[in-house]
């Protein structure tokens, strides 16, 4: 057992959920930003709802006056302990008038109101999910309290730019004060203190407008600084995709005349859906074929539609409590993934949100911080911003909707937002409406309660006088630590059948696992099939069939359904790899199967042949390994790999290569594909030491037509340590040296290459250019070096990526702890690493007095 520190600190448990004494029912906050502190006032109406004191929540507030029914309050009314304040014996109907001071300057955190930027583009912004807004004021600040919220907001007018949520009903100067203005907004909408949001800044604005299908006229905003609001476009076009996908998809129309979005240089996470006035990371947001690589901007697209479905499915009907993050996160992951697979291919949308759950939420939930879609406990709700609530509360969404198909699905989903519009529900009220068409749906919610990845097992017998095929389908999870024994899972399994002489489909069917173990007969088979499994990924388990690679060969060739060509190819790699767990196939299949494949596919789907060779990480490979995790094995069997891949298809490349010719720039399916395609055929080509090919690299580089040209190029140069990597590293900076995101590539193709050391990454952290206040930055480069486990794992890496920690631990937490997540799998390591590692966490543990990142060190 490890032993408790006396700072431990307590969890929050769902089951002692009570609701809330007080509503609020209107909210009015006069924020004053001056020199080096702001004033902010607040008058709360309140009124009781059940028995009990007011309790209100506040954290690094100084404050200055409470009056209630214009009484002041004196100590003696209240109490003030563990950023709680509690006001004693309140009549039931309550005006409150609340004055406090706070420091937006000196907020590094990042939550509440702070300071981003610098210079002529400093810039005040808030951040109130999940609980900042209580660093804003004292308030009870929980998603069930929903309030109608007007903000004065009043500052210098060298910041002209003031927003809020809602309606700009008032502005102008200030008495007595000529240099100073003000603005007055109001929401009509009725919503919890964390989807507030104001601005402060001095920002350029790209304009547009939307009619709804209801007829209503929107007016939309893209702010941002002015170098970089020509970059607004790519998202301001996704912003009436998605208004337009919403309508017709799920019948949602806009509600607000205004929808705000405003970049920002320093923010935590990606983005927030803060009602009408939508606060993004500049990352997330901005996109130029120059600066942005495709695939950032495709993101740029996803995060923007992710945001504005928010408004229904979050805003509109919000959660509960934090438990029920999933609630609004993984149901607008599949909105946002759905969204994203009507812009492209969708095998290829399919093949990404897989890859990218495989990865990370496979990871997470086969390690110690491992937990149910919707956590029973937490110490830091922060620290539940997982990709288990996300991507696999997504996963449940769609296993769901595939259920149902689509009639049904939309009658739930429509049933869902009549029956909870305005309110604040849990995952309960959500499959009660999805289920009113099929009870059955509500078995679903097993799967919000338990952890672990399932394995489904299977095997095949064919009987050929009954011309019968039986599958037998069985189903595990692990038991994690501190929950129930786990229960079997509704699990639906879609299921073709292939001719294995013609490859012709025979039969199809969705097959539900909901037993341990269970049989499916398929009559009529004339001759013993070929099954494919798991089409589209259809539930989010690890699968172990009885294949014979020639099996999984024939449907690499005979598949219709590209997302299963790609699974095909992952399992045959893994079957590879995994060789310390049991597997044992030679490469000789995969690599045939590819080389027959790859040549023809490239001219037809380019997008879909660039994913058929992708390898998975050797993070990803580890996650599957659940003991003496050898990493430098682990890289050696990877890279080996890759080479056998390379040196297989030496004499294609230069065929692929230049029969995918640069040409002007294009934002369509086909132009990215071929882009795509493009750099890995050059890093296959350099892997094999294809003559010429470091040429190829230098000219694509130099003649690039766009970001994914150019960085692909430089990163070859780099991976490959060619002896221009250098030269053109330096182009690159001196090139791009005003643009922070594309500096953070620069940052991060060193910080993440092949040839790494710690020295290297210190030398980065002690760039005139790094900065640790702003997340991007350090992400850019302690981030992107956790990609390297061969180092990140070594004495000398672990001590600088724990000292990392330690840094950030008082200053950002919330940071600290998201990148102290990567450590969690140090329990797997094989010795000596395993006791290594042990010992510097316990050493960081020590060190450090954040609830969060105390809380992602309570395995060690
Ligand atoms: N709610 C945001 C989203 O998923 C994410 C977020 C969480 C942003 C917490 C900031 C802070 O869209
Ligand atoms: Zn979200």
Not at 568 to 596: C, F, H, W
């Amino acid at each position: 057992m490890p032993d408790v520190p006396p700072h431990a600190p307590s969890k929050i448990n769902l089951k002692d959920y009570q609701r809330p004494s007080f509503d609020v029912e209107t909210v009015h906050l006069n924020i004053k930003l001056f020199e080096d502190y702001a004033q902010v006032n607040s008058t709360l109406k309140m009124v009781r709802q059940t028995t009990g004191d007011i309790i209100l929540f506040g954290e690094s507030l100084e404050l200055l006056s409470i009056i209630m029914n214009d009484k002041a309050l004196t100590s003696e009314h209240y109490q003030q302990e563990d950023g709680k304040l509690t006001i004693y014996e309140a009549p039931d109907e309550v005006i409150l008038d609340i004055q406090v001071r706070i420091c937006p300057q000196t907020n590094t955190a990042l939550e509440g109101l702070y300071m981003a930027g610098s210079g002529d583009d400093t810039m005040f912004v808030t951040q109130c999910e999940p609980e900042g807004f209580r660093k804003i004021t004292f308030y009870p600040d929980r998603p069930d309290v929903l309030a109608i919220f007007t903000t004065r907001l009043e500052a210098d007018k060298r910041y002209p730019t003031l927003l809020a949520n809602g309606n700009l009903v008032e502005a102008g100067e200030v008495a007595d004060a000529p240099e100073r203005h003000y603005a007055i907004w109001q929401d009509p909408t009725n919503k919890p203190s964390y989807l507030f949001a104001c601005v402060i800044a001095d920002l350029d604005v790209l304009t547009d407008s939307y009619t709804t299908s209801e007829g209503r006229d929107v007016l939309l905003e893209v702010y941002a600084k002015s170098a970089d609001i020509d970059k607004c476009d790519v998202g301001m076009q996704a912003l009436k995709d998605a208004m337009k996908w919403d309508e017709v998809n799920y019948g949602r129309a806009y509600d607000l005349d205004r929808y705000m979005i405003v970049a920002v240089s320093q923010f935590n996470m990606g983005a927030m859906e803060n009602k009408g006035l939508n606060i993004f990371n500049t990352a997330c947001v901005l996109s130029s074929p120059e600066t942005t690589t495709d695939a950032r901007s495709f993101s740029v697209k996803a995060i923007i539609a992710h945001e504005y479905f928010h408004n229904w499915t979050g805003n509109r009907i919000t959660c509960r409590d934090w438990f029920q993050l999933c609630l609004k996160e993984g149901f607008t992951v599949y909105r946002d993934q759905s969204f994203s697979a009507d812009q492209q291919s969708s095998a290829v949308q399919r093949i990404d949100d897989v890859a990218t759950l495989r990865a990370h939420q496979f990871a997470e939930d086969a390690g110690p911080l491992a937990h149910p879609v919707r956590p029973e406990s937490f110490v830091e709700i922060n620290n539940f911003y997982t990709t288990t609530v996300y991507e696999k509360g997504a996963e449940i969404v769609r296993m769901i909707a595939n259920t149902l198909g689509p009639d049904d699905f939309r009658k739930g989903t429509d049933e869902y937002f009549r029956r909870y519009d305005g309110q604040a529900v849990t995952v309960e009220d959500f499959l009660s409406a999805l289920s009113i068409t099929d009870d059955k749906i509500e078995d679903f919610i097993d799967w919000y309660r338990q952890p672990g990845t399932p394995v489904v097992s299977g095997s095949q017998t064919y009987d050929s006088a009954a011309q019968t095929l039986t599958i037998t389908l069985n189903q595990q999870t692990r038991h994690v630590k501190g929950f129930d024994a786990p229960k079997p899972l509704p699990i639906p399994v879609a299921t073709t059948l292939f001719d294995k002489d013609s490859g012709a489909i025979v039969a199809e069917r969705m097959l539900l696992l909901d037993e341990a173990t269970q049989t499916f007969v398929f009559e009529n088979v004339a001759s013993e099939p070929v099954v494919s499994l798991l089409r589209d990924f259809s539930a989010p388990v690890q699968l172990n069939y009885d294949y014979q690679d020639a099996d999984l060969a024939f449907l690499l060739k005979h598949e219709i359904n590209g997302f299963n060509r790609w699974q095909v190819t992952q399992m045959l790699v893994n079957r590879i790899l995994l060789q310390s767990q049991g597997a044992k196939s030679s490469p000789d299949v995969y690599l045939e199967a590819l080389a027959q494949t790859l040549p023809v596919l490239a001219a037809d789907d380019a997008m879909l042949a660039a994913r058929l060779l992708d390898i998975p990480s050797a993070q990803e490979l580890a996650s599957a390994i659940p003991q003496d995790y050898d990493p430098v094995l682990v890289k050696e069997q990877r890279d080996g790999l890759y080479q056998q891949v390379a040196d297989k298809l030496k004499d294609q490349w230069a065929t692929l290569y230049n029969d995918l010719p640069m040409q002007s720039y294009e934002d369509s399916a086909q132009a990215r594909g071929i882009r795509a395609l493009r750099n890995v055929v050059l890093d296959m080509a350099l892997t094999a030491n294809v003559e010429g090919a470091a040429d190829w690299a230098q000219q694509q580089y130099d003649h690039a037509s766009c970001m994914t040209e150019r960085f692909g190029a430089l990163k070859a140069m780099v991976n490959h340590q060619l002896p221009k990597a250098n030269d053109y590293l330096t182009d690159f900076y001196k090139r791009f040296q005003a643009n922070d995101l594309v500096i953070d590539l620069w940052f991060s193709v060193q910080a993440a290459a092949d040839d790494v050391t710690p020295d290297v990454i210190k030398s980065l952290i002690a760039h005139t250019d790094f900065d640790w206040n702003t997340p991007n930055r350090v992400r850019s480069v302690i981030g992107a070096f956790s990609s390297q486990p061969t180092v990140l794992w070594t004495a000398e890496g672990l001590k600088m990526y724990t000292d990392v920690i330690k840094k950030l631990d008082d200053a950002n937490p919330v940071l600290a702890s998201r990148l102290l997540q990567v450590l969690a799998r140090w329990n797997t390591l094989a010795e000596p690493r395993r006791q290594m590692a042990h010992e510097q966490l316990t050493d960081l543990r020590k060190n450090v007095a954040s609830k969060h990142v105390l809380e992602s060190l309570e395995s060690v």
